[in-house]
């Protein structure tokens, strides 16, 4: 799964990176501590133009009456997203990606959660694939928001010892096919990272709390 991450890239180099028209309103960076609900920079194409947007991380149903009518859809698994009534439409046609420069995972040593941050071994940002959805309270569509899951798939086998889920992670080269700018076919890219794709770290337990923030959250572990 994936229930916390970072990202530290200006919204300009984002905007450049994928050739996207950045929003106003964009959440502000650096975040090392992006949580469930938090907004997030996601990148769509919407009338043949990639947009850098804001949106929820949680995604609401279009049958929810209110953001917390029922469970907080953070991910999305790969293997159901097609099936399931919540996102089978996003799917089809809400996808998005969006953007970190590295997330956390925890492992157990008894009762004590230790967090490990985890990038791409070459540095570059990651790319989440994700699906998005647009929400109002029923009646009152001044409340409108977008909202999105992460999609999720199992994890490959270094990436395992830490957690049996990862986020899929797009290659630049497959941004425009989740996209949609190239037809059919996305979902071949629901698939896990390869085994040489990612490296991590131990860092501080600062991190198993939701308010904790700062630079020193992505730091080698020193307890």
């Avoid at 996601?42 to 850098?52: A, E, F, I």
């Avoid at 040593?109 to 989440?128: M, Q």
């Avoid at 029923?138 to 977008?146: K, M």
């Avoid at 999609?151 to 010892?161: D, G, I, L, Y």
């Amino acid at each position: 799964m994936c229930g916390r991450f970072s990202i530290s890239l200006a919204p300009e180099d984002m905007s450049e990176l994928f050739a996207a028209v950045a929003a106003n309103d964009m959440p502000d960076v650096p975040n090392f501590n992006v949580c469930p609900t938090d907004a997030v920079h996601t990148v769509t194409t919407q009338r043949g133009q990639r947009w850098l947007a804001p949106m929820r991380w949680g995604f609401i149903p279009h049958w929810y009456k209110s953001p917390t009518d029922g469970p907080l859809l953070i991910n999305a698994r790969a293997e159901t997203i097609a099936d399931k009534p919540a996102f089978r439409m996003a799917c089809r046609e809400r996808r998005a990606v969006i953007l970190a420069s590295g997330f956390y995972e925890w492992t157990r040593d008894g009762d004590t959660r230790l967090p490990w941050y985890i990038t791409r071994s070459d540095g570059a940002p990651l790319a989440f694939a994700a699906v998005w959805q647009n929400w109002h309270t029923p009646g009152a569509p001044e409340t409108r928001q977008r909202t999105a899951a992460i999609v999720t798939t199992a994890a490959n086998t270094p990436m395992s010892s830490i957690h049996h889920r990862m986020p899929v992670i797009l290659e630049p080269d497959d941004i425009a096919l989740w996209l949609g700018e190239q037809g059919k076919g996305a979902a071949t890219l629901m698939r896990a990272a390869p085994d040489d794709a990612l490296t991590w770290h131990r860092v501080s337990k600062a991190v198993n709390s939701n308010r904790a923030a700062g630079p020193g959250l992505i730091e080698p572990a020193e307890d």
